[in-house]
Every structure is written in structure tokens, then in C-alpha cells.
């Protein structure tokens, strides 16, 4: 099973308003592990950098002022996404500002049957608590120390390790109950398979003994009104 994890960094919050993408980060996964294919690229925005973005991811016009349009590389991205499915962190934003570069660019838009929203997840898994990136890192012990401003790539590594987590860990896909055996014979258990033939014991009598019961009784007679008994 194939997936991408991805996440974007952007010049703002809508694309309508003509805001633009200017960094994509992308991890594939396979059979829920990372394969050590991804894809980076940051893009000139073709438009200002407005601070408060800026403040977010770091990335100045200055620095993106020689990287290339996303026109340029949209054919490497679209190969690289092929028809997997997509997991981003509150994934309709992403979706939304892909979308917008792709129509700029001539090509059609993402299928949003593709999408996969975490924080979607997280809202049904942890109603009521925190959903951020940060917040949910820390719920499942993932170190993000080293995330000192947002970063496309790096944060879909964080993405990629939590989102494994929140479906249920590397060992979901494991087939650990059975093997698979002959047709006719009963699947192999390799638990039982691999421990020592264990001396037959005889069942333990859990009766008491007279010995028991008379001193159980002395005991209780020397009782003060006991709850059971009907007076004091």
C-alpha cells in the first residue's frame, strides 16, 4: 500500500485571495513504512511575503527570489503523487492551495476522494483535547525538539511518524495470530510452536479442608454484630 504524506507552506490563508504555495514537502510511505522517496521543492510565490507568514515559516522573499515557479516542477510533483492516497494536517487547506497551483499551471485539479485529514482523526480519537501538530507529537511521544519554525518536509516527517501511530502503530499490517498452512490442516499458532512441552499438572482442589472451615468458623464467632446476621 502506497501513501503520501505531505504538507505545504504558503504566503497565507486562501488562495482566493491570491495567496500562494511556496514550499511542498512530501514522505512516501509503503505498507505504513517510509521508503526514503520524497519529494521537496519551494517555489518563488511570484508576490510579496507578507510578515505574519513569514513569521510562521521563515521563508523570506529574499530567499525565494531564485527558485523556481511551481509551473516548473508541477510534472516532477504530479509523478511523484501518482494516484496514492494523501495525508496532510488539516488537508483541505493543502488541498486548496495544490488545487489553485495546478488550475495556474494547466493541469487538473486533485481528486478530494484522495484526502485523508489527521486532525479529522484527531477530533474523533481525542474529543475535546488539542489537535495541533504540536499537541498531538507530544500526546504519542514524538520528539519535535528539533522544530523550531514550521518547515514543509519537516513536518511531514513529524506527520508521517504520528500518523502511524494514530492508526495503530508499525505493527497494525503484522500477521502475528497465524500462519499460513496447508490446505486441510489447521493454521500453525507460532506462539505455541515455539514454547517447550510443558508436564501435565493435576488440577489444584480449591475445596477447604475441615481444618479450614473450623478455624473459619471460630473466627467469625468472635464477630460483633456482623452485617449478615439479622441483629446485633
Not at 30 to 49: L, Q, V
Not at 88 to 112: K, Q, S, T, V, Y
Not at 191 to 201: D, K, M, T, Y
Request: aromatic share 6%.
Amino acid at each position: 500500500m502506497r501513501e503520501i504524506i505531505f504538507d505545504t507552506e504558503t504566503t497565507g490563508l486562501d488562495p482566493r485571495a491570491g495567496h500562494r504555495l511556496v514550499e511542498i514537502g512530501c514522505i512516501e510511505l509503503i505498507d505504513r513504512r517510509e521508503s526514503g522517496r520524497t519529494f521537496h521543492a519551494y517555489f518563488h510565490p511570484e508576490r510579496d511575503m507578507p510578515a505574519e507568514a513569514e513569521a510562521v515559516h521563515g521563508l523570506s522573499i529574499q530567499f525565494l527570489s531564485d527558485k523556481p515557479l511551481f509551473a516548473t516542477r508541477v510534472d516532477e510533483l504530479i509523478d511523484f503523487l501518482g494516484d496514492a492516497p494523501m495525508v496532510a494536517h488539516n488537508a483541505a487547506f493543502d488541498f486548496g492551495f495544490i488545487n489553485a497551483e495546478l488550475a495556474r499551471a494547466g493541469r487538473p485539479a486533485l481528486d478530494m476522494a484522495r484526502m485523508c485529514c489527521t486532525v479529522q482523526m484527531a477530533r474523533k480519537l481525542h474529543p475535546g483535547a488539542k489537535h495541533s501538530l504540536d499537541a498531538l507529537c507530544t500526546r504519542y511521544g514524538i520528539d519535535r525538539s528539533h522544530r523550531v519554525k514550521h518547515g514543509a518536509l519537516l513536518d511531514a516527517e513529524l506527520l508521517a511518524h504520528l500518523y502511524i501511530e494514530m492508526t495503530g502503530g508499525r505493527q497494525i499490517g503484522l500477521g502475528l495470530a497465524a500462519e499460513t498452512a496447508p490446505a486441510g490442516q489447521a493454521a500453525a499458532d507460532p506462539v505455541r510452536a515455539a514454547a517447550p512441552p510443558r508436564a501435565f499438572r493435576e488440577p489444584r482442589a480449591h475445596a477447604a479442608s475441615a481444618a479450614e472451615l473450623a478455624r473459619h468458623a471460630e473466627f467469625v464467632a468472635k464477630l460483633t454484630g456482623p452485617l449478615w446476621h439479622d441483629s446485633p
